[in-house]
């Protein structure tokens, strides 16, 4: 892969006044792939796209809130339709450590900023508008001379997610649907390449148990099969690698885990409304040979 900008370095600056940085991006309009110097929440305001973030793919949708880091690489691909926005409220180092000061809570954050992936929360409608507004608002103050209000205001704001959508502190906040203590550990393991091309054999090396037993708990708690759950990963990977790389389709068909070209023509058609050929052509802006490294990393 080639170069990748790092914003806060090379360009895209927080402002120097308030150490922010406000967007609000159609699909079009947002950035190729790229890495920061500072934090960053975005919320999904309207559609979805992929997000191909630290060597994965993640789906996001209306209403998912996403933390970045200043460690993540990450961009945004075509998922379905073109009315993909996102809001953007970037912060600084400095910021972060005066909310981590205010809210006393150290352990909470470095779980957050520590993580593999972004931590992603999914707001229902009131929550995305709210946080959709308050975003708006930290980007109108920035427009005037009031640096003080603004800074403050932005700090409520941030330490208010924070608190309200990232932290627990009750017990009786946790999801009442339980999964067994394996599964989370065996689905982070399904996230990699190499483990989601070998497919339901190592879902159930995984999960230390027997093939009806997998299902019955994976249907319980994801609402989909386990081979659904997998050709839906397998298919998003492959429209990572139809619009960044230059691979012929049946490369791809095999690389994302699929025996059959007829067969991953078939799902990808009825998935995505449009054949692999005719995909790339209408999505594939940025063709180069840069997939992601495929040794132990995740989807």
Known sequence: MGHIPVYGMEHTFLDEKTGLLYRNSRFRQTASIHTHTFYEFFIVAEGSALHLVNDSIQTITQGDLVFIRPKDTHSYQFYYSDDFRIINIGFSEQLLQNIRL???????????????????????????????????????????????????????CLADVFTRYFFSYDTEEIPTVSSP???QPMLNEMQKFDNLR??????????????????????????????????????????????????????????????????????????????????????????????????????
Not at 107 to 134: F, H
Not at 136 to 149: C, S, W
Not at 249 to 267: A, R, T, V
């Open 102 to 156: 205010f809210l006393d809570h150290t352990a909470m954050l470095r779980t957050l900023t520590e993580s593999e992936l972004p931590p992603c929360v999914r707001l229902d409608k009131s929550g995305r508008e709210e946080i959709s507004v308050r975003f708006e608002e930290i980007g109108a103050l920035m427009d005037t001379p009031k640096i003080q209000k603004t800074v403050f205001y932005a700090k409520c």
């Open 181 to 183: 203590s394996w599964f």
């Open 198 to 299: 070998i497919g339901f054999p190592k879902m159930i090396e995984l999960s230390s148990c027997s093939s009806n037993h997998l299902c019955r708990v994976f249907k319980s708690v994801m609402s989909v099969t386990p081979t659904e759950y997998i050709n839906s990963k397998r298919l998003e990977y492959s429209v990572y690698l139809l619009t960044q790389t230059s691979k012929e389709i049946i490369e791809i068909s095999m690389l994302c885990g699929f025996s059959s070209l007829s067969h991953f023509y078939h799902l990808f058609k009825k998935k995505y409304q449009s054949p692999p050929s005719r995909f790339r052509k209408m999505n594939g802006n940025y063709i180069q040979d840069s997939s992601p490294k495929t040794t132990g990393t995740d989807l």
